[in-house]
């Protein structure tokens, strides 16, 4: 019960932690109450994070026909570099290249789409 209101006030005063509150109340409601000691919880914890990273992930992916590797590799290097990656860069994530005049919607939906992921899943964490 103390890792469960230490955590809950962490959330609502860290706002790095603002993008993660739904994911970690997930996990809360979840995983915590079957977990016993504090190492337990950081094993379930990260368990739970890879899995949710993966779903995110897959969905973004999904939803904007997104060739997964391409688009894990550009994760991989923003949580290396601390770099967003150009214009070019993210739309060749695209399955097909977008037309010349989509390709200003595309490049915001997508830019848009992995700010929130690495927000979420890699910053502050």
Do not use: H
């Not at 959330?11 to 109450?33: A, G, H, V």
């Not at 016993?36 to 990273?53: I, Q």
């Not at 779903?55 to 290097?77: G, Q, Y």
């Not at 060749?92 to 929130?116: H, M, V, Y």
């Amino acid at each position: 019960k103390n890792y469960e209101q230490s955590i809950l006030s962490a959330l609502n005063t860290d706002p790095q932690l603002f993008s993660k509150r739904e994911l970690i109340q997930k996990f809360i409601d979840e995983n915590l109450p079957s977990l016993t000691d504090e190492e337990s919880v950081d094993d379930g914890f990260n368990a739970f994070w890879d899995k949710e990273k993966e779903i995110a992930s897959k969905k973004i992916c999904e939803d904007e026909s997104l060739v997964a590797e391409r688009f894990k590799e550009l994760v991989e290097r923003n949580a290396k570099d601390n770099r967003l990656p150009l214009r070019d860069e993210l739309l060749e994530t695209l399955e097909s290249p977008p037309g010349i005049l989509e390709r200003d919607n595309a490049f915001k939906r997508i830019s848009e789409q992995f700010k929130g992921f690495v927000e979420t899943f890699y910053q502050g964490m």
